[in-house]
């Protein structure tokens, strides 16, 4: 009985440590804070808050955004966490393009966003584009798949991207080159052996 | 309680406490913070701009005059398709390594990078 006693008591003493133990190390921080995202950062443009609702300018130029929106997927956000640029992940509308990865277009205050997961590119990508730009020139993104900066690209570019109302074809120029993509729906998707990603796209009507 | 129970219970209850201060240890890593690399310098074509070795769950950047793509070590995230416009990669999960901006336009470019 005694025995039995200082056993329970040894087992709850080194319980209790290493349970202080794992505390003291699991206070330090961990991957599972949330890191505060960059506000008003000298390198990159202010995170202005999030739009309640589609702006009227974008609105207007984008057919996808004028259906029912149907928001990014958690796992999606949970990556994202903290939204740039102004981005409401619930209106985010997804980009039905016949390319590998998924991809949505997303509202922000001032900017409108694609949120593409690719294959070719590491966790969730995001591009803004100024909404005066994106009305003009639609907006897209580009993954090259490479391993790492400098590395040897291992497989065709690939621009996924939303066109205003009205286009009927983009141009993309790389280098002093250009390539045209259709625009289907309003969207436009572009695979060709660039190594580069575009200098500028251009909207033809 | 028999002898070879006494010295099990304890034993087995400090194996698992171990295990699980070493299974902490092996998780925690320097939180990831709002950091820019990289500020108002021209970057040339091919030529990718590199921050220091930081904690980070991603990275953003734009170039003032042309496309960028970002990325960190060998992790490769997105291209810009214009000037002006901000590509962000985010891992969802903290990786330490140099996040990279880089200009694959045509000319030269100024660009802003950070991490977070």
Redesign the interface.
């Known amino acids: 009985m005694s025995?039995?006693t200082?056993?329970r008591r040894?087992?709850a003493g080194?319980?209790a440590?290493?349970?202080l133990?794992?505390v003291a190390?699991?206070c330090?921080?961990?991957?599972n804070?949330v890191?505060?995202?960059?506000?008003a950062?000298?390198?990159?443009?202010a995170t202005p808050a999030v739009v309640t609702r589609v702006p009227a300018a974008q609105a207007a130029t984008f057919a996808l955004l004028r259906t029912a929106p149907e928001g990014l997927p958690p796992a999606i956000r949970?990556?994202?966490?903290t939204p740039?640029?102004g981005m409401n992940y619930a209106l985010a509308q997804r980009i039905p393009a016949p390319a590998a990865g998924r991809y949505w277009l997303v509202p922000g205050r001032g900017?409108l966003c694609v949120v593409?997961q690719?294959p070719?590119?590491?966790?969730?990508?995001?591009?803004?584009?100024?909404t005066a730009?994106a009305r003009t020139?639609g907006?897209?993104?580009?993954?090259?798949?490479?391993?790492?900066?400098?590395?040897p690209v291992t497989g065709p570019r690939l621009?996924v991207?939303v066109a205003p109302d009205g286009a009927r074809a983009v141009i993309v120029h790389?280098?002093?080159k250009i390539a045209v993509a259709r625009v289907v729906d309003g969207l436009f998707v572009r695979r060709d052996d660039s190594?580069?990603?575009?200098?500028?796209?251009t909207v033809r009507r | 309680?028999s002898f070879s129970?006494?010295r099990l219970?304890?034993m087995l209850?400090?194996a698992f406490?171990?295990l699980?201060?070493i299974l902490?240890?092996a998780?925690?890593?320097?939180?990831?913070?709002?950091s820019?690399?990289?500020?108002g310098q021209t970057v040339s074509p091919?030529n990718?701009c590199y921050g220091a070795a930081r904690a980070l769950?991603?990275v953003?950047?734009?170039g003032d005059s042309?496309?960028?793509?970002v990325?960190?070590?060998?992790?490769?995230?997105?291209?810009?398709?214009?000037?002006?416009?901000?590509?962000?990669?985010?891992?969802?999960?903290?990786y330490t390594g140099a996040p990279?901006i880089?200009d694959?336009?045509?000319g030269p470019t100024v660009v802003?990078?950070?991490t977070?």
């Open positions: 025995s039995a200082v056993s040894a087992c080194s319980l440590a290493l349970t133990a794992a190390v699991g330090g921080e961990t991957t804070e890191p505060a995202r960059p506000m950062a000298a390198s990159t443009p949970q990556t994202l966490r740039i640029a900017y593409s690719t070719d590119t590491a966790g969730v990508g995001t591009v803004c584009s100024k730009q020139s907006v897209a993104t580009t993954s090259i798949p490479r391993a790492g900066q400098n590395a621009i991207g790389t280098r002093g190594v580069d990603p575009p200098d500028r796209i | 309680m129970s006494r219970m304890p209850v400090g406490g171990a699980a201060v902490l240890l998780l925690s890593s320097p939180a990831a913070k709002a820019p690399f990289c500020g091919n990718p769950n991603g953003n950047g734009y042309h496309s960028v793509c990325g960190a070590d060998i992790l490769a995230g997105p291209c810009s398709s214009g000037p002006g416009q901000i590509a962000t990669m985010n891992l969802g999960f903290t990279w880089a694959n336009a045509s802003h990078g950070d977070f």
